[in-house]
């Protein structure tokens, strides 16, 4: 097996016995990324010298004895994380020259355990988008087939894994950002409950919705990579101030006994015939590990896209009138005054997708407008949280597909957005309700083409998630097939 093929755990172990250093690793992965890159396009940016000079400083802390999980490993981000000193673009040409000031919390947490950085990943313009097409550099392809979209918005960060151009990396989830990516390559992607993660240093999208994640090889991996950013920040607001739990110690092997809960809202007509067979052989595979089935209703879940839409755009266009051509990012060259530079700044910079969702949630927030779409959107909302507290009381987590379809075709969907916007028709309640889910390997479809199985959990429930997760993992083999690369 190549360096460039091991988990986090597995290189661990290798760093620590001194059989592999982390400047060995670190030049695997870089050739590695190298040889693959133009095939698959996951990166925005390669840091080679920094990933080296972080490497070589790993080595030295392992030869002292302070080695912690992630010390040596290789990670990459989506290009949505601050990282002080290297190009941050958000896959905007808006943002095509800055250089931020100050690191992410999340990604200083990975500094601080010795973790090295590879480079910045190709996701969606300003994380908006199911596909990778709306990028300003390009759209990455799917590992599996290169005809296919990776998914969106961090489809960099799922085709990174699935090329194994890293050992693991972040990306962000808003309405199922890591979550479907995860599943269309093939390997682990976890939404933690809103407020477990810091979200403080990345770019915002739709602020009461984003939330940052792992995706990784095995659920092992995705435990480690979680402890290592979860917890309290006093720079984010919206960080919540509870005890971070020991997920290792969570993936005991056992469910016997655990509640899962099948929604008939997410069983529907419409569902691919390889999605609905994957999942009947996942609910098997569970009975088989001794967990006990529950039919359960998420009833408000019809209205949990135009709910999605009205939010998510409202906060972006908030979010992204800081974009101005004045402070940062990109300035036009040809404007006679301020409001033609604001326009003109703004008209190339932008998208057309991110464009679309500024018009969508201005004229929700407008006069006349703002009951009736943005104030109504927020009360359904309520509605749809309740679903899944109500639901809880019987269950202890929910198991349904995580997207309709497996990786549909590049160009498909890119003229039919609201087509574009129903791929997250199974991941966006979570987000509405603001509890964790997370994606697993659990087969192919006809084509060859990778399908996860969503584990939704209580909020702050992530244990359990990792564990039911894990479980299912040890009973199948899907994770550890390999995209023909």
């Given at each position: 097996?190549?360096?460039?093929?091991?988990?986090?755990?597995?290189?661990?172990?290798?760093?620590?016995?001194?059989?592999?250093?982390?400047?060995?690793?670190?030049?695997?992965?870089?050739?590695?990324?190298?040889?693959?890159?133009?095939?698959?396009?996951?990166?925005?940016?390669?840091?080679?010298?920094?990933?080296?000079?972080?490497?070589?400083?790993?080595?030295?802390?392992?030869?002292?004895?302070?080695?912690?999980?992630?010390?040596?490993?290789?990670?990459?981000?989506?290009?949505?994380?601050?990282?002080?000193?290297?190009?941050?673009?958000?896959?905007?040409?808006?943002?095509?020259?800055?250089?931020?000031?100050?690191?992410?919390?999340?990604?200083?947490?990975?500094?601080?355990?010795?973790?090295?950085?590879?480079?910045?990943?190709?996701?969606?313009?300003?994380?908006?988008?199911?596909?990778?097409?709306?990028?300003?550099?390009?759209?990455?392809?799917?590992?599996?087939?290169?005809?296919?979209?990776?998914?969106?918005?961090?489809?960099?960060?799922?085709?990174?894994?699935?090329?194994?151009?890293?050992?693991?990396?972040?990306?962000?989830?808003?309405?199922?950002?890591?979550?479907?990516?995860?599943?269309?390559?093939?390997?682990?992607?976890?939404?933690?409950?809103?407020?477990?993660?810091?979200?403080?240093?990345?770019?915002?999208?739709?602020?009461?919705?984003?939330?940052?994640?792992?995706?990784?090889?095995?659920?092992?991996?995705?435990?480690?990579?979680?402890?290592?950013?979860?917890?309290?920040?006093?720079?984010?607001?919206?960080?919540?101030?509870?005890?971070?739990?020991?997920?290792?110690?969570?993936?005991?092997?056992?469910?016997?006994?655990?509640?899962?809960?099948?929604?008939?809202?997410?069983?529907?007509?419409?569902?691919?015939?390889?999605?609905?067979?994957?999942?009947?052989?996942?609910?098997?595979?569970?009975?088989?590990?001794?967990?006990?089935?529950?039919?359960?209703?998420?009833?408000?879940?019809?209205?949990?896209?135009?709910?999605?839409?009205?939010?998510?755009?409202?906060?972006?266009?908030?979010?992204?009138?800081?974009?101005?051509?004045?402070?940062?990012?990109?300035?036009?060259?040809?404007?006679?005054?301020?409001?033609?530079?604001?326009?003109?700044?703004?008209?190339?910079?932008?998208?057309?997708?991110?464009?679309?969702?500024?018009?969508?949630?201005?004229?929700?927030?407008?006069?006349?407008?703002?009951?009736?779409?943005?104030?109504?959107?927020?009360?359904?909302r309520t509605l749809i949280m309740r679903d899944f507290i109500q639901a809880f009381e019987g269950v202890d987590v929910i198991l349904t597909p995580v997207a309709p379809t497996p990786a549909f075709r590049i160009g498909e969907k890119t003229n039919d957005p609201l087509q574009m916007y129903l791929s997250d028709i199974f991941t966006i309640p979570v987000n509405l309700a603001?509890?964790?889910?997370?994606?697993?390997?659990?087969?192919?479809?006809?084509?060859?083409?990778?399908?996860?199985?969503?584990?939704?959990?209580?909020?702050?429930?992530?244990?359990?998630?990792?564990?039911?997760?894990?479980?299912?993992?040890?009973?199948?083999?899907?994770?550890?097939?390999?995209?023909?690369?």
């Amino acid at each position: 097996m190549e360096i460039y093929d091991l988990t986090i755990h597995e290189l661990h172990d290798k760093l620590k016995t001194g059989e592999v250093s982390a400047v060995e690793a670190t030049s695997a992965m870089l050739d590695r990324i190298e040889t693959v890159e133009p095939q698959i396009g996951s990166f925005i940016t390669v840091a080679p010298e920094q990933a080296l000079a972080d490497a070589a400083a790993a080595d030295r802390r392992i030869a002292a004895k302070d080695i912690d999980l992630l010390t040596g490993i290789p990670l990459a981000l989506k290009d949505i994380f601050l990282t002080e000193g290297i190009r941050t673009t958000c896959g905007s040409k808006i943002l095509n020259n800055f250089v931020p000031p100050y690191s992410a919390t999340s990604f200083e947490k990975l500094k601080q355990a010795g973790a090295v950085l590879l480079g910045k990943l190709n996701q969606d313009e300003f994380a908006m988008g199911s596909s990778n097409e709306s990028s300003a550099y390009g759209c990455t392809r799917n590992p599996w087939d290169q005809t296919r979209i990776p998914g969106g918005s961090s489809g960099g960060s799922a085709a990174a894994i699935a090329a194994r151009q890293a050992t693991a990396t972040l990306g962000t989830d808003t309405g199922g950002s890591i979550r479907q990516p995860a599943s269309h390559c093939g390997c682990v992607g976890l939404k933690p409950t809103y407020g477990r993660v810091s979200r403080y240093g990345v770019i915002a999208y739709a602020s009461s919705l984003d939330q940052v994640g792992p995706l990784t090889r095995d659920v092992t991996d995705s435990a480690i990579m979680l402890a290592a950013v979860a917890g309290h920040d006093p720079k984010d607001s919206t960080s919540v101030d509870v005890a971070v739990p020991d997920y290792l110690a969570a993936l005991t092997g056992t469910i016997k006994g655990l509640r899962i809960g099948l929604p008939k809202e997410y069983y529907i007509a419409g569902l691919d015939a390889d999605v609905q067979s994957a999942m009947n052989s996942a609910i098997e595979t569970y009975r088989r590990l001794g967990a006990e089935f529950v039919d359960i209703s998420l009833p408000h879940t019809d209205y949990a896209v135009a709910t999605y839409y009205l939010i998510a755009t409202a906060e972006a266009s908030s979010n992204l009138a800081r974009y101005d051509g004045v402070r940062f990012g990109h300035r036009t060259e040809n404007a006679d005054n301020l409001l033609e530079m604001y326009c003109k700044s703004r008209s190339e910079g932008f998208g057309a997708e991110v464009k679309r969702r500024i018009m969508l949630g201005t004229y929700a927030l407008s006069a006349g407008y703002y009951d009736a779409y943005y104030v109504k959107a927020q009360k359904v909302r309520t509605l749809i949280m309740r679903d899944f507290i109500q639901a809880f009381e019987g269950v202890d987590v929910i198991l349904t597909p995580v997207a309709p379809t497996p990786a549909f075709r590049i160009g498909e969907k890119t003229n039919d957005p609201l087509q574009m916007y129903l791929s997250d028709i199974f991941t966006i309640p979570v987000n509405l309700a603001g509890t964790c889910g997370i994606s697993v390997p659990a087969g192919f479809s006809a084509d060859g083409l990778p399908i996860g199985l969503q584990l939704i959990g209580k909020p702050f429930g992530e244990e359990t998630i990792l564990r039911a997760a894990h479980a299912f993992e040890q009973a199948t083999d899907w994770h550890m097939k390999r995209a023909p690369l």
